[in-house]
């Protein structure tokens, strides 16, 4: 019987997407791997594989539409045997329904297609990913998913695995099953505010232009706003003197020109916080709803602009890695991330981020931390100042400010000060660093 291939989430925060290109047209064969569509998400433009073998029945998504909710069918997989006539002559996409709320599953094209059971969880109410295909043969055969292994790509269930398997009995469901966190988006809809008829109705008669969001621009607004209503901040700050970092790096430079390798302060900073996540291990943590997560290695994330947004790609085990490979590695991710080419792997996780604005003269700010992170380091511009040498004496010194915004649920006062103290240390006396 036909397959529907449904919209994807390709990223965690993943709730609509652009069927940006199809690269398969309607009568092809494809088989499991072979990539089907283009597809923008919030962050990205990834490539969509096909999980199952088969021929391209029918295109239900035009290529170039926005806004196609995640779970909507966009195109119909015909088994061995099947014809397109098995699809059923009315089969077509609708605008609206590639925009309807698919929290239900959407009725199959022309009415042909057999409906597909909702994917299963396991017992402790993690998703089990398998394609429309395995979890219709399952349903068949009274098959659980949750006892299959899965043979697809990053372990999803696909036809083969459960072709010649026999049903045994379920794992008893949870007595209560968690509820469903709200997404991003309908969080940030609680916070009040003018709509936007009302906003337009204030600007009558002055000049402007309407700028549509995109799914990039809609995601941060929701997770910022979630962030600054749901999690209680605190602000630690610190002045840095950077001469002698300045002068070891200049040295560092000179040294590793032959290699093409060129040192930035941004580097230092990143291992100086990988140092201090180890040396304060109570500040490797993130919040986790009802407990926290002690991480063991040190993942930061850094926040790179991008047009029209941000990525925060991370740099995992920051602690082990020399300062020539964390400068390496920095640049490859902000290029990629400019480029909108980050994997959802490479821009998740990490246990705080870094946000510097200090290449833009900004002297200090505080940033916001973003979820579920537990601090983030807000890095500002090394600014010649007067101080008071350690001899008692006035002089001149080249002084950054960073403001360290906490997670009171995870870092208190006293902690995220050492964490701090540690961080400066680093970057005052350098060479520890290579040590």
Partial sequence: MPTEILMPALSPTMEEGTLAKWLVKEGDTVASGDILAEIETDKATMEFEAVDDGVIGKLLIAAGTDGVKVNTPIAVLLADGETASDIGTTAKAAPEAAKADTGAKAAPAGGSAAPVPPAPAKADGTRVFASPLARRIAAEKGLDLAQVAGSGPHGRIVKADVAGATAAPKAAAPATAPAPAASAPAKAALASGPSADQVARMYEGRAYEEVALDGMRKTVAARLTE?????????????????????????????????????????????????????????????????????????????????????????????????????????????????????????????????????????????????????????????????????????????????????????????????????????????????
């Fill in 227 to 435: 962030a600054k209503q749901t999690i209680p901040h605190f602000y630690l700050r610190r002045e840095v003197q950077l001469d002698a970092l300045m002068a070891f790096r200049a040295d560092l430079n000179r040294q590793l020109e032959g290699r093409g390798v060129k040192l930035s302060v941004n580097d230092f900073i990143i291992k100086a916080c990988a140092m201090a996540l180890q040396a304060v291990p109570g500040c490797n943590a993130v919040w986790a709803g009802d407990r926290m997560l002690r991480l063991k290695p040190s993942d930061v994330a850094v926040a790179v602009a991008v047009e029209g947004g941000l990525f925060t790609p991370v740099l995992k085990d920051a602690h082990l890695k020399s300062l020539s490979a964390l400068s390496a590695e920095m640049k490859d991710l902000a290029t990629r991330a400019r480029n909108k080419k980050l994997a959802p792997h490479e821009y998740v996780g990490g246990a705080m981020a870094i946000s510097n604005l200090g290449m833009f003269g900004i002297e200090n700010f505080d940033a916001v931390i973003n979820p579920p992170h537990g601090s983030i380091l807000a890095v500002g511009a090394g600014i010649k100042k007067p101080v008071v040498g350690s001899d008692g004496a006035l002089t001149v010194a080249t002084v950054m400010s960073m403001t360290l915004s906490v997670d009171h649920r995870v870092i208190d006062g006293a902690l995220g000060a050492e964490f701090l103290k540690e961080v400066v240390t680093s970057l005052e006396n350098p060479v520890t660093m290579l040590a």
